[in-house]
């Protein structure tokens, strides 16, 4: 399908439906960092903040009829035995009504309503994709023939993933540093982000970066990213949506908040290049955890930096063995050296469109 083919009002409907992702995806966690940070920064006003959970309600229930509807529209009885049927089914409608539960002021910690919103709007990233014929995990899948082989397809995307993750929170980092040292009291938290997140042991540790690595990097980045390339929107326009979406859920640490897009910039990136999704999630949990690890260390900004050189040289050398090993296979330049170009219609339609 080409451009000219596309019906008038395609470009519309993928922004109204990353729009809808992106509001269900950030407007929770804003409104925590409003309710929980603010006072950090100078905001008391408890009618703001039982505005914000009332949105912070509606926004759940919103994500629960969503993500139901879309479940149930899919696992009809022509498509779906009646077992697998009702097993989706009542996922579905448990994450969603979790997901409700847990949102409620004084129904749960919040690292659980982190996890468990996380993982629904993940899905739902995933749902409303398939419902457009976008299958995310892999875009290049039966529609074009590559010369790489699928494992070093796969760890150049995990490689690039990583190094983008770790440039993004190394510049944050580091304009924390800078911003301490010139006693820019009001541009930074005073708590650290590990507490500002809720997180005290390596078990929160865990479930939380992994519940953000798929919130951020299944709908923020490759459901927006595949929806909007879909619809054939200029590639300025994706980059402006994720980063700008990155930036505002981590603006919890404040100015330095701003470093974060060029990690948002650089999956997007990686994305659109290879069409990968599970390379890009193991690489956003790595530094994640890691990062969390750093601060649940209390390891000094040296520290972390060597460490980085000593993660960032074992995945160089892991990089070459897997390249070594694959080269055999390959006898022609990597088939996906420009940005991927999506087809918009039904379901199962697997052709690229040129």
């Not at 006693?183 to 938290?189: G, K, P, R």
Request: net charge positive; proline share 5%.
């Amino acid at each position: 399908m080409t451009h000219n083919e596309l019906p008038a009002n395609e470009g519309q409907k993928g922004i109204v439906l990353c729009t809808g992702l992106l509001l269900l995806a950030t407007f929770p966690i804003l409104a925590n960092e409003i309710i929980d940070i603010g006072p950090e920064f100078g905001m008391r006003s408890p009618q703001v903040a039982h505005l914000l959970m009332l949105g912070r309600v509606a926004v759940s229930v919103a994500l629960f009829f969503w993500l139901s509807g879309l479940v149930i529209a899919r696992t009809t009885r022509a498509r779906t035995r009646p077992g697998p049927r009702l097993l989706i089914r009542g996922a579905a409608v448990t994450a969603g009504a979790l997901t409700m539960y847990t949102t409620a002021p004084g129904t749960a910690a919040p690292e659980v309503a982190a996890v468990v919103s996380g993982v629904t709007v993940a899905w739902l990233g995933l749902e409303v994709c398939r419902a457009r014929g976008l299958v995310l995990w892999d875009l290049y899948e039966g529609s074009r023939t590559s010369s790489v082989p699928r494992v070093r397809r796969n760890w150049t995307a995990f490689d690039l993933s990583l190094a983008w993750c770790a440039g993004g929170g190394f510049t944050a980092t580091v304009l924390e540093y800078v911003l301490r040292s010139i006693d820019a009291d009001l541009s930074i938290m005073d708590s650290g982000q590990l507490s500002a997140l809720s997180i005290s042991n390596p078990a929160t540790l865990i479930a939380a970066t992994a519940a953000a690595s798929m919130l951020e990097t299944v709908t923020i980045i490759a459901a927006v990213t595949a929806l909007l390339t879909a619809a054939r929107r200029p590639p300025w326009q994706i980059y402006t949506m994720v980063c700008t979406a990155e930036v505002l859920i981590h603006a919890y640490i404040g100015l330095p908040a701003v470093g974060i897009a060029l990690y948002a910039a650089g999956q997007v990136w990686v994305y659109r290049k290879y069409g990968t999704l599970t390379p890009m999630l193991l690489g956003h949990f790595s530094v994640n955890l890691a990062g969390g690890m750093a601060a649940l260390l209390q390891l000094s900004l040296a520290h972390r930096i060597i460490a980085g050189i000593v993660l960032a040289c074992s995945m160089e050398v892991i990089e070459h063995l897997v390249k070594k090993r694959t080269r055999s296979d390959s006898s022609s330049p990597d088939a996906h050296s420009s940005p991927l170009t999506l087809p918009v219609g039904t379901a199962g339609e697997k052709e690229m469109s040129s």
